[in-house]
């Protein structure tokens, strides 16, 4: 593809131009053009090569569902792997019972917990500290990475120990698990746990002396919520201000649109209202008070309120979080008497079913229509990186206003941190960057 | 000469979900020492240094899909003395090889309103069929253990130990308790390369090929056993085969067979 598509303007242009989008999980770009100091036009745009994963879906069983969608994204497999089965319980009526959705939960801490110190320590820091990676982090400060990394393991290791293997997890289905894990090799990690809640204060703190560029957005945050716990699996849809939506009329209010420079789908609001946000801010400032009184205190301490509008600070909410699926490990290690049953029984009919769970990176909604003998009729799936596109563009636009006067190199390093607020999983949303500025 | 240079070590991407490459940074006891030996000149998911080629070793992920990936995965050929492809994605196609049996055109329409806003080939393919490949590490995810091995056995000059035998060997290793006759589970294992560490039949469920076949795999005879002894259906013993490794010759035939469908000479050709 090219940006043939991109009008470029008349008249002598600066141009900036960033060919490969580092520490991020995939392949974008972004234009910019600029003439009399005001934006002309700005398009973030992700090439990563289509793989047509709700076509393949097409004629398969129930039950390939969420290995295959795991294959979406290495980072977040767990995220598909729920999402999928939760579609496939709500269309087939399978009644999950509560242990079984207590070691779900546990391994999706896991996730969080490996995917969010990756993406804080290793991908963001480095954009706080003017250095190009984690490894010149370790040069300076060996002790912070190597603790990073060993927090990593833990959210690593306790997907390996549910799920048979931290990246795509063999060990889960529609309707549970096929074998219970065990009671004693989760509860060797508990010692790990009680370090790695010390730990990820440790960090939290050293990331909240950053200094956070200038720029705050009033968010229309889109997570799960309504519901008792801080949410990872549970509940319905809720938009700020309190707004419930239930996971099957999601796309009555939501759709999915095509844009010419990407190839990954956007999506907005049928009602026009604009772009909205998905993520850790997104959770955070909608259930702000079902925080661990740990987390909340830990937030507390690093500046933030219960509500949060600069988007550089994604990353003391990801550490913030950490802290709370920690203690939530805790509590379902120490509660877990083993699983009545490794799963719930599963019959086969014909039908349609939603599922919609909080990946590291926000809500990633699936659905899907099967026939009577339980194969994929329709699949959709709407990754959390395709919601947040238009808003990442929206950052864009005032971050660069903000900052015309900067230098060149330092514009463009500017742009790529503030896309990487987003971690985004671009393999996810179909995957790196490109940037180029064109300035009068 | 004097004054040893660290080997250079470039980490490319094609058609993925960069599960394989996050093996890397997953080496979380190793990674420290693993940068004292080598030094990192490309690798986009991990810093935003850049170091032109050439490479002493570049591992390559994902899949071949576009025209432009053509040029690029040969371009990445021409700057790596040894080329390391990773992942059944790199090996096989990946699961997204199953375009290449289907309606392409379909598929896109089932995704994107306006398939016509991008280019995509009609065939998802390994990276040995467009550029010479130094070594195959295989798996849907790789396995952290072989990567390690694979990097300290090119550090010491040496043969990598990885077994091409099947995934029984390894059940057997192991002790675990064969799925396929304590539960008549249908299982890949016979078929299938060892490396994964026999996850599936550890948690009592069968192999999914995520490894591929292994060398001379009879896949034939299992799929009479599946149809014969297990009663499954031709279609099931088709979407067994044709999963992570949808496009590995050794599985895809036996697949398209069991469904009636016999591998055309443009299936075989991408598949080779």
């Known amino acids: 593809m090219s940006l043939s598509d991109v009008t470029r303007g008349g008249g002598p242009a600066r141009v900036i131009k960033v060919d490969a989008l580092a520490r991020v999980e995939g392949e974008g770009a972004l234009y910019v053009r600029v003439r009399n100091n005001e934006i002309r036009d700005l398009k973030f745009r992700i090439y990563e090569p289509p793989r047509f994963f709700e076509g393949l879906l097409r004629g398969r069983m129930y039950s390939d569902a969420p290995d295959i969608t795991a294959r979406i994204c290495g980072i977040c497999p767990v995220a598909y792997i729920m999402g999928a089965s939760h579609a496939m319980e709500a269309a087939l009526g399978v009644d999950v019972p509560r242990d079984i959705h207590e070691m779900r939960r546990l391994i999706y801490c896991g996730e969080w917990i490996q995917s969010h110190v990756l993406h804080a320590a290793m991908l963001h820091a480095p954009d706080f500290l003017g250095l190009q990676d984690a490894l010149q982090i370790a040069a300076a400060n060996p002790d912070l990475v190597k603790a990073a990394l060993r927090l990593k393991k833990l959210g690593n290791d306790l997907m390996a120990t549910i799920g048979g293997r931290a990246v795509h997890p063999v060990n889960?289905?529609?309707?549970?698990?096929?074998?219970?894990?065990?009671?004693?090799?989760?509860?060797?990690?508990?010692?790990?746990?009680?370090?790695?809640?010390?730990?990820?204060?440790?960090?939290?703190?050293?990331?909240?002396?950053?200094?956070?560029?200038?720029?705050?957005?009033?968010?229309?945050?889109?997570?799960?919520?309504?519901?008792?716990?801080?949410?990872?699996?549970?509940?319905?849809?809720?938009?700020?201000?309190?707004?419930?939506?239930?996971?099957?009329?999601?796309?009555?209010?939501?759709?999915?649109?095509?844009?010419?420079?990407?190839?990954?789908?956007?999506?907005?609001?049928?009602?026009?209202?604009?772009?909205?946000?998905?993520?850790?801010?997104?959770?955070?400032?909608?259930?702000?008070?079902?925080?661990?009184?740990?987390?909340?205190?830990?937030?507390?301490?690093?500046?933030?309120?219960?509500?949060?509008?600069?988007?550089?600070?994604?990353?003391?909410?990801?550490?913030?979080?950490?802290?709370?699926?920690?203690?939530?490990?805790?509590?379902?290690?120490?509660?877990?008497?083993?699983?009545?049953?490794?799963?719930?029984?599963?019959?086969?009919?014909?039908?349609?079913?939603?599922?919609?769970?909080?990946?590291?990176?926000?809500?990633?909604?699936?659905?899907?229509?099967?026939?009577?003998?339980?194969?994929?009729?329709?699949?959709?799936?709407?990754?959390?990186?395709?919601?947040?596109?238009?808003?990442?563009?929206?950052?864009?636009?005032?971050?660069?206003?903000?900052?015309?006067?900067?230098?060149?190199?330092?514009?463009?390093?500017?742009?790529?941190?503030?896309?990487?607020?987003?971690?985004?999983?671009?393999?996810?949303?179909?995957?790196?960057?490109?940037?180029?500025?064109?300035?009068e | 000469m004097a004054g040893a240079r660290k080997p250079r070590l470039a980490v490319h991407k094609f058609a993925s979900c960069d599960g394989c490459q996050l093996t890397l940074l997953d080496c979380e006891d190793q990674l420290l020492d693993v940068v004292g030996e080598i030094e990192i000149a490309y690798f986009l998911e991990a810093t935003r240094q850049e170091i032109r080629g050439p490479y002493d070793v570049s591992l390559v992920e994902g899949s071949i899909t576009t025209a432009h990936d053509i040029e690029r995965v040969r371009r990445v050929r021409a700057q790596s003395k040894m080329l390391i492809a990773i992942g059944s994605c790199a090996t096989a196609g990946g699961v997204q090889a199953l375009r290449n049996t289907a309606d392409i055109d379909a598929l896109a329409r089932a995704v994107y309103p306006n398939p016509e806003y991008f280019q995509t080939l009609t065939t998802s393919t390994a990276i040995q069929d467009h550029v010479k490949v130094d070594f195959e590490l295989r798996g849907c995810p790789i396995s952290r253990e072989?990567?390690?091995?694979?990097?300290?056995?090119?550090?010491?000059?040496?043969?990598p130990n990885i077994p091409n035998y099947s995934q029984c060997m390894e059940c057997k290793q192991a002790g675990t308790v064969c799925v396929m006759v304590a539960h008549g589970t249908p299982c890949l294992g016979p078929v299938t390369q060892a490396g994964c560490g026999n996850v599936c039949p550890s948690c009592e469920r069968g192999c999914y090929g995520c490894f591929g076949p292994k060398e001379k795999a009879n896949a034939k005879s299992l799929a009479r056993w599946f149809e014969g002894s297990l009663g499954l259906s031709g279609r099931q013993t088709h979407d067994l085969y044709r999963t992570f490794n949808a496009g590995a010759p050794a599985f895809c035939e036996v697949g398209l067979a069991a469904i009636g469908e016999k591998t055309d000479e443009t299936v075989a050709e991408v598949t080779r």
Not at chain 1, 342 to 364: D, F, K, L, N, Y
């Open chain 1, 172 to 439: 889960t289905k529609v309707g549970g698990f096929y074998k219970a894990p065990s009671i004693e090799a989760l509860r060797v990690l508990l010692p790990e746990v009680e370090w790695g809640l010390g730990a990820a204060e440790t960090l939290l703190d050293a990331f909240s002396g950053f200094d956070f560029p200038d720029y705050d957005y009033d968010y229309t945050c889109v997570s799960l919520g309504n519901t008792t716990a801080y949410p990872i699996m549970e509940g319905d849809i809720v938009v700020s201000g309190g707004e419930a939506i239930p996971l099957d009329g999601f796309m009555d209010r939501y759709e999915e649109f095509q844009v010419a420079h990407s190839t990954s789908l956007h999506a907005r609001p049928k009602d026009g209202s604009g772009p909205y946000l998905v993520g850790p801010i997104a959770r955070y400032n909608n259930n702000f008070d079902r925080l661990s009184t740990r987390a909340r205190d830990a937030a507390r301490r690093a500046g933030l309120g219960p509500i949060v509008t600069n988007p550089f600070k994604s990353l003391l909410v990801r550490m913030v979080e950490t802290i709370h699926a920690l203690e939530e490990v805790r509590r379902i290690i120490e509660g877990y008497r083993g699983l009545a049953a490794p799963s719930a029984p599963v019959a086969v009919r014909a039908g349609t079913g939603c599922g919609c769970t909080e990946a590291p990176r926000g809500i990633c909604f699936h659905r899907y229509e099967l026939g009577e003998d339980g194969r994929i009729a329709k699949a959709l799936i709407m990754p959390p990186t395709s919601q947040n596109q238009p808003q990442i563009e929206r950052d864009l636009r005032g971050v660069v206003e903000k900052n015309l006067d900067m230098a060149d190199e330092d514009l463009k390093w500017l742009c790529e941190q503030t896309i990487r607020n987003y971690d985004p999983c671009i393999s996810c949303s179909c995957h790196f960057l490109e940037l180029t500025i064109e300035r």
């Open chain 2, 146 to 159: 072989q990567l390690i091995e694979v990097v300290s056995a090119y550090l010491t000059r040496r043969k």
